[in-house]
């Protein structure tokens, strides 16, 4: 009985012990944490902004000051057409110079750093060099023009759809300003955006004529230059929107319709290059095969 109440007391004592001390941990912890966001709160307000806008933004300005520089002026407004067209609607020509020459830099370097971790000759080097920089220096062309060819393709699809939309909202009685929001609104893609930016660019006091060559600018196809056309000889010219929009719409698809006969009736040349290099001489070897095994048999028997 003695021991049993020893053991109790001693239990009941370490229980106590712990209970004060995780009572004592919490408020240390509550402490540290109270300080922690105290001192958080004293960092300079510049610390607390986002890594992008704090590391990348100034890099980007930095390197956009030191690339105008070596921009060409002949070509700022061929590449500012291109960057519209390719997407980069708040890129400028400074910004494609300065990712020129960032890949070109980067990829210039790469076989200086390999040649001298794994000892490569001089001259090996400086051909991976100049290969490297010329590559780097051409890449951002090739991504806006992929770009460009992506982009045209999904307006050009995008295109009779809306041109419905707006055909519909217009003979519904709604205005064309107000048909063209109800594209926006009711659309999700490409020409949706091009459109939300020509209805800000209205909005804010742009000319109607000029707010729509700069549209057919942005997108560089030639159905929305079409269409961009229209809308600006409808307006001049007090013409009824509706059978403008709805001739747009059939003109559109009939120009599809023909782009798609003209892709089938070219099918059956470019099929000639596999079937002739690798269909026929399978089908040769298949058919072919055993008779000249055959013949060469009979051949060598006599």
């Known amino acids: 009985m003695l021991l049993t109440a020893v053991l109790v007391s001693l239990t009941s004592f370490f229980l106590v012990l712990a209970y004060g001390e995780r009572s004592n941990l919490e408020a240390k912890l509550k402490e540290r944490l109270a300080e922690q966001q105290l001192s958080l709160s004293e960092y300079p307000e510049h610390l607390k902004e986002p890594f992008s806008q704090r590391i990348l933004r100034p890099l980007r300005g930095w390197m956009k000051a030191k690339a105008s520089f070596f921009l060409p002026k002949e070509k700022s407004k061929v590449w500012q057409e291109k960057l519209w067209q390719a997407g980069f609607m708040t890129a400028q020509p400074a910004d494609l110079m300065a990712a020129k020459l960032f890949f070109a830099t980067a990829l210039g370097l790469i076989p200086i750093v390999l040649t001298m971790l794994l000892s490569l000759e001089v001259l090996y080097m400086l051909r991976w060099v100049i290969t490297g920089t010329l590559v780097g220096y051409l890449l951002p062309d090739l991504i806006i023009k992929r770009n460009i060819v992506v982009r045209k393709y999904k307006l050009d699809k995008e295109l009779p759809d809306s041109l419905d939309l707006l055909t519909v909202s217009v003979e519904a009685g709604l205005g ?37 060559r ?88 006599q």
């Open 176 to 212: 064309f300003d107000s048909a063209l929001v109800r594209v926006v609104d009711k659309s999700n893609g490409h020409l949706a955006q091009e459109m939300a930016y020509l209805l800000r660019e209205l909005q804010v006091g742009q000319p109607r004529k000029e707010a729509w």
């Open 214 to 301: 700069n549209f057919a600018q942005r997108t560089g196809t030639e159905n929305i230059r079409n269409f961009a056309s229209a809308v600006i000889q409808a307006d001049q010219l007090g013409v009824g929107l509706a059978g403008v929009l709805r001739s747009q719409g059939d003109q559109v698809r009939q120009k599809r319709r023909q782009r798609i006969e003209e892709l089938a009736m070219k099918a059956p040349i470019k099929m000639l290059i596999p079937l002739i290099f690798f269909i026929f001489p399978t089908m040769f070897i298949v058919l072919l095969g055993p008779a000249a095994i055959q013949i060469i048999r009979v051949l060598g028997q």
